[in-house]
């Protein structure tokens, strides 16, 4: 069965299916991506981060396991992310549909994929506070709230500080603004509203699971 951050969980990776199929199937997925990139330099710098987390996931797992669902939502916002590592995001073919769709000039992949990080890696996040600082209930979601916030956020002056380290062509691909001043607010703004409808949602489904007193 699939566990959830409310229930046990179990550091037992040999045994757990879902798991290896996750773990397989993104490597699979990022080794194919990671075949000539658009742009090499763009590639590199937006896994960086990726091999950090990845590991850290790795390293801590049987000290510190999540929950099947979790896992889950991790590995489709890094199979996303791909794409984007991939193409770049402002040359993301998904993207180019949706303005083709949708209207206007600029690409929007890394639009979804900002308002997705929010939306797919808050419950995750929600898990390890419960977990890792036995805080429950609301507390756990404001402080997953706050995190998700503050990497959003941290993400966006990361570019900024890639802009001014690197020549301005390599720094711009990374950047990924289109023209967009208010880029790095709308990014935020989108991450946080996504992870404001998962910890709703969240918290109103474990609100039902509980048994009338």
């Given amino acids: 069965m699939l ?3 409310g229930g046990p969980v179990a550091a037992n990776f040999r045994r757990n299916r879902l798991l290896q199929g996750l773990a397989g199937a993104y ?3 990022w080794l194919a991506l990671a075949v000539a990139p658009y742009d090499r330099f763009d590639w590199l710098l937006e896994n960086l981060l990726v091999f950090a987390f990845v590991g850290l996931l790795t ?6 396991p999540l929950s099947d669902l979790s896992y889950l939502l991790i590995a489709v916002f890094l199979a996303l992310h791909a794409v984007g590592a991939h193409y770049t995001y402002s040359e993301a073919p998904v993207g180019g549909w949706m303005t083709d769709l ?8 890394d ?3 900002h308002f997705l990080f929010g ?3 808050a419950y995750p996040l ?3 506070v419960m977990r890792g600082c036995g805080v429950a209930g609301w507390r756990s979601g404001l402080l997953a709230f706050a995190v998700v916030l503050a990497f959003s956020s941290g993400y966006e002056m990361l570019e900024w500080g890639a802009v001014l380290v690197l020549s301005p062509e390599e720094g711009m691909a990374f950047l990924g603004a289109q023209g967009d001043v208010f880029d790095a607010q709308k990014d935020t703004a989108l991450a946080t509203l996504g992870a404001a409808i998962t910890l709703l949602v969240a918290g109103v489904l474990e609100r ?3 048994p009338l007193s």
Avoid at 59 to 64: N, S, V
Avoid at 102 to 109: A, F, T
Wanted: with cysteine; proline share 0%; aromatic share 16%.
């Fill in 126 to 128: 929600r898990e390890a």
């Fill in 59 to 64: 390293a801590t797992y049987r000290r510190f």
């Fill in 208 to 210: 039902r699971r509980r």
């Fill in 102 to 109: 949708l209207g206007g000039e600029r690409n929007h992949y």
């Fill in 119 to 121: 939306f797919l890696c």
């Fill in 27 to 29: 490597a699979l997925w």
């Fill in 111 to 113: 639009r979804v994929v």
């Fill in 3 to 5: 566990t959830t951050a």
